[in-house]
């Protein structure tokens, strides 16, 4: 596929993202958004982990299969992604933010 100068793709494939969005919502009811990091603070190496929150901004549990699969899948989609850092999974938008640009409010 031919890419912008910006090294974006001219037409990105937008239904990856809805159709994980979708199984996402599915797999976890009441999910609105999963932060999606490299760097579990339970391992000493690289380990993919997710927090869930609802709408409201709450942590929904979720274990700890359900929150790597999760992970695995985002990053799969978004192999482009620099994963050093974390993520964070719109799921209603099915778009992927670094998660320090959302917490400063500014978009990706």
Known sequence: MFTMPSGTLAC???GRQRRLAAQ????????ATIQVG??????????PHAK????????I??????????ARWITRVWPEADWS?????DIAA?????????????GR
Request: hydrophobic share 40%; glycine share 10%.
């Open 24 to 31: 996402l919502a599915g797999m976890i009811p009441g999910a």
């Open 94 to 106: 099915a778009t992927l933010t670094r998660s320090d640009l959302v917490t400063a409010g500014r």
């Open 12 to 14: 990105p494939d937008t």
């Open 38 to 47: 490299l760097n579990d603070p339970k391992h000493a190496w690289p380990h």
């Open 85 to 89: 850092r974390p993520h964070t999974f």
């Open 61 to 70: 549990p979720v274990g700890r299969v359900a929150a790597a699969v999760a």
């Open 52 to 59: 869930v929150k609802d709408g409201a901004g709450k942590i």
